[in-house]
Antibody, heavy 118, light 108 residues
């Protein structure tokens, strides 16, 4: 079964850019799936950030759209998240996940805690 | 944006008993609903999609029902490993994809 492994800094300063990468264990990144980022503030619920198709088309949560870029690098079996101008409100567990065209998620990566603090 | 509301926030159930979790959508989402289970320190796991179709490897004690705006996840006989937080998610109209606030199933 495909596995997703996230990576990136666990601490980001306010006003800076959060950058995370998710590596997919097989070539399914170039098949008919979407690749998504979802976050979860500590002790709270889930928020979809956005999704990217392997051909590059993207869909973002309108609440974050002005600050988010999600991209895919099929040569490396990776997709990435950039979130600009972060504040403490962006502190969360960030998950990468595979998504079918319809829009549900599975499997998920292990989750990365990103703390925004000076 | 479609708002998903789950109830109750916490459900206390004894092992072996039945658990019934509810999820309501702010507008009709047909059967475009998924359920996830999240245990402490773990990523969510897909249980149900299409409101009632179990994902691969999910035990038959988990069942989903409903359509339109009202949905239910039933766990027929709670096992120790089922105590967790459960989330519903709509994918009928997006962006954005939206989740409910979760129901925590705890040991009574």
């Amino acid at each position: 079964q495909v596995q997703l492994q996230g990576s990136g800094p666990g601490l980001v300063k306010p006003s800076e850019t959060l950058s995370l990468t998710c590596t997919v264990s097989d070539d399914s990144i170039i098949t008919g799936f979407y690749w998504a980022w979802i976050r979860q503030p500590p002790g709270k619920g889930l928020e979809w950030i956005g999704s990217v198709y392997h051909r590059g088309s993207t869909y973002y949560n309108p609440s974050l759209k002005s600050r988010v870029t999600i991209s895919v690098d099929t040569s490396k079996n990776q997709f990435s998240l950039k979130l600009t101008s972060v504040t403490a409100a962006d502190t969360a567990l960030y998950y990468c996940a595979r998504s079918v065209t319809e829009g549900w998620f599975g499997p998920w990566g292990q989750g990365m805690l990103v703390t925004v603090s000076s | 944006e479609i708002v998903m509301t789950q109830s109750p926030a916490t459900l206390s159930v004894s092992p072996g008993e039945r658990a019934t979790l509810s999820c309501r959508a702010s507008q009709s989402i047909n059967s475009n609903l998924a359920w996830y289970q999240q245990k402490p320190g773990q990523a969510p796991r897909l249980l149900i999609f299409g409101a009632s179709t179990r994902a691969t490897g999910i035990p038959a004690r988990f069942s989903g029902s409903g359509s339109g705006t009202e949905f239910t996840l039933t766990i027929s006989s709670l096992q120790s490993e089922d105590f967790a937080v459960y989330y519903c998610q709509q994918y009928n109209k997006w962006p954005p994809l939206t989740f409910g606030g979760g129901t925590k199933v705890e040991i009574k």
